[in-house]
């Protein structure tokens, strides 16, 4: 089994010990109730470095009024086992009063990168984001971080943050995991039926049309993005789209697209908000 | 002489071999134009610590429209030999390209603590010393860092982002310097001609004042604040007082003065806005 810590100190005692033996560690921040696409990003993570520390913490503060906090899925058994099969030495799972001790004020706030897409959905997410990312890599202080591309947002505003902020960490992008069918792995799916999960499938569906108008010629983005809008509208379940939107690697609206651009899209499907988005291969 | 860096990667390649070897790093953030109370900062550091590190950098993120960015005093040469008397061993002066690049967006935000006294006067201030300060600590990760007193809302407000954002330095505060006669140093104080510099000496005289009044059974915040505000007002060349403040050790305001709370002032003299601080011993 992994150690487990529930306390900044006792994590911080076992890792410094560790360092001073030379070993590098590796770090995956989680919210738990683990997934395949999880497991990908420890499989590499245990690749690339001596110590893999797993934290699993669902930060309140990204989350807004209304939304999942409440319900978010949480089987903290479930997760120590699988990070067992995976070979994780550390699991990080503490208490929210641990990460935020009554009085805390100071934030990481990500301008302009976390006002768009999600965070024009989502008011403050980033920054909620930002800020427990911060506070994980100056608790864990690892050689490198791995983050999932499935939400490839977050990714380039943690990206952008370390380079800002000149934390001495190494980002390491992992691509998205899909089901067979090509549902994006998320520990959100779990919010759907059987008749939604059917319904959602339409995500993935809508980007292998987009690839195919792409590859038959088409490079017109405002075109394409109403192309993906009506076939996800026309499933049963989808109550709404949050945003389809095609930019460039660094998330500016194209209205060309080219290779490497990345398609994001927000459903709403029955109760849950599914994200997911694609890079354009041509 | 001490080591000069301007670049951060050939800092950090040269301290990251000097922690292999077990050495604790001290770390002085200044903005240059060291005065007597840098000496006190760098003193300590040097006894606490195996190596000294001293940044020199006018962080332009911390000026407001219309402050003395473009005038602030500057003189490398006579800094480094000031580090060097003081046994520094390295200097970090960087260009403010090499710390913010273009397209850097990422700030560290303070909240209230930022808003109220300097704050209410330099709206944005507080956020980028906060940014500016993680961004030294991730580049010089030392094990200390040293404040001076003199700034006593910054030094408040560096001890509260420490601790919520789980960075692992250890900050020291350092008691405020002054002249004979009563000045706190402060490389501002070169903005002041020699009659603006007599009427300063009015801030130091009105804590004795007030510490007069204190001792004498005042113990009315609101009547202490009037006649240190009185006392000032009467001196020559003094175009203004932004604030006179009482405040318990972590900056509430108070109504009722005990030993321990803080009388903090903001005064403008000549072209000079100074700010200084007394801690209440009763």
Request: some cysteine; charged content about 30%.
């Amino acid at each position: 089994m992994p150690l487990l810590f529930k306390k900044i100190k006792d994590l911080r005692n076992y890792l410094k010990s560790r360092r001073c033996e030379g070993k590098e560690v590796g770090f995956v921040p989680t919210m738990g109730y683990l997934h395949k696409g999880h497991r990908e990003l420890i499989k590499l993570a245990r690749m690339q470095n001596d110590i893999v520390v797993v934290s699993i913490f669902v930060n309140p503060t990204q989350f807004g009024e209304g939304e999942d906090y409440d319900r978010y899925p949480k089987d903290l058994e479930r997760d120590l086992s699988i990070c067992e099969e995976e070979g994780v030495d550390v699991v990080f799972a503490p208490e929210v009063a641990e990460i935020y001790p009554k009085g805390y004020r100071t934030r990481v706030c990500v301008g302009e990168l976390g006002n768009i897409l999600e965070g024009a959905f989502r008011p403050g997410h980033f920054d909620g984001v930002a800020t427990i990312v911060v506070k994980l890599f100056n608790i864990v202080q690892p050689n490198r971080a791995y983050f999932g591309e499935k939400d490839y947002q977050q990714l380039k505003i943690i990206q952008q943050l370390v380079e800002d902020l000149n934390i001495p960490v190494e980002i390491i992008p992992v691509p998205i995991v899909r089901e067979e069918g090509g549902l994006a792995y998320s520990s959100r799916n779990v919010y759907l039926s059987p008749e939604e999960r059917e319904s959602a499938l339409a995500i993935y569906k809508s980007f292998q049309l987009a690839e195919k108008m792409i590859k038959a010629g088409e490079r017109d983005a405002k075109r394409i993005k109403e192309a993906i809008r009506a076939f996800i509208e026309r499933h049963p379940h989808v109550k709404g789209i949050d945003y389809v939107e095609i930019t460039d690697e660094n998330l500016k609206p194209k209205e060309t697209v080219e290779k490497g651009d990345r398609i994001l899209v927000a459903v709403r499907i029955g109760d849950a908000r599914l994200i997911d988005n694609w890079k354009v291969e041509l």
